[in-house]
């Protein structure tokens, strides 16, 4: 399923990523190469814009994550606090060597994004409620617009016999309950 488009910004944070875990694979045991690495990283970024807040936090966590390193056994707790800092830093050094025409970098995290995406919607039932709601559009008491908005058609939905609990007779005069019936974006007098 292609719901992503590919541009700078996906290559250059699959780059990113690619090249950390390789980082990683390469520093899987605990030498001052990592965290050498790291602080200068920190002190090449605290000359260009220190006033950066962002950059500001980086450089702390940076350095934070750099003591971790003096008690062994401590690695994936460092890369865990380095790992924002350490991508753009091994982009920098490495990125032009990436091979670009290497799309596994690239599909592995669009395809995350991909899967996170509908984690989310079926854990919001939006599946569930799509075909509600296309029941009631086959059923007659919706339509849909040209935009893909769809809404519920009140008259169709009483001509059928039913009410409308906001709208029943003695409640249709009252704009609380239709304001309340449309939302909180709503402006109900």
């Avoid at 350095?63 to 890369?79: N, Q």
């Avoid at 990436?98 to 599909?107: A, E, F, G, Q, T």
Wanted: a negative charge; proline letters at 3%.
């Amino acid at each position: 399923m292609n719901t992503t488009d590919i541009d700078d910004k996906i290559i250059l944070q699959g780059r990113r990523k690619h090249l950390l875990a390789r980082y990683k694979q390469e520093h899987a045991t605990e030498d001052d190469s990592v965290s050498d690495s790291v602080l200068a990283e920190t002190k090449v970024s605290q000359a260009v814009t220190v006033a950066d807040l962002l950059l500001r936090a980086h450089i702390e966590t940076a350095r934070s994550a750099a003591e971790v390193l003096r008690a062994p056994g401590k690695l994936p707790e460092f890369f865990a606090k380095t790992d924002d800092i350490l991508r753009p830093y091994l982009d920098a050094l490495h990125g032009a060597d990436v091979d670009s025409n290497n799309h596994k970098i690239y599909l592995e995290l669009t395809q995350t994004f991909e899967r996170r995406f509908f984690e989310d919607m079926n854990a919001l039932n939006v599946p569930q409620i799509a075909r509600f709601v296309e029941k009631i559009v086959a059923n007659g008491f919706g339509y849909a617009c040209s935009d893909g908005s769809v809404y519920f058609d009140i008259d169709s939905f009483e001509k059928a016999g039913h009410s409308y609990s906001r709208l029943e007779p003695w409640n249709k005069n009252d704009r609380v309950l239709q304001a309340d019936g449309e939302g909180s974006l709503s402006k109900g007098k």
